[in-house]
């Protein structure tokens, strides 16, 4: 699951959204870039979680 996550996470952090602002805020508070790294892939995996689910249970 890492590996197919890290390039998504990379360009997310790049870009200009929740995922950038989240990635230069963990930065600049003196975490390590492949760490924040992490975290944005992590908070991309919660995000893609709970949308499944919302969806599950409309379903249901």
Avoid: C, D
Avoid at 3 to 23: D, K
Wanted: charged letters at 25%; hydrophobic letters at 55%; a positive charge.
């Amino acid at each position: 699951m890492r590996t197919i996550l890290f390039m998504p996470a990379m360009q997310a952090a790049r870009g200009r959204g929740e995922f950038a602002a989240f990635y230069k805020r963990l930065v600049e508070a003196g975490k390590k870039p492949i760490v924040a790294i992490a975290a944005v892939m992590r908070k991309i995996v919660v995000i893609l979680n709970a949308r499944f689910t919302e969806k599950v249970i409309q379903q249901s």
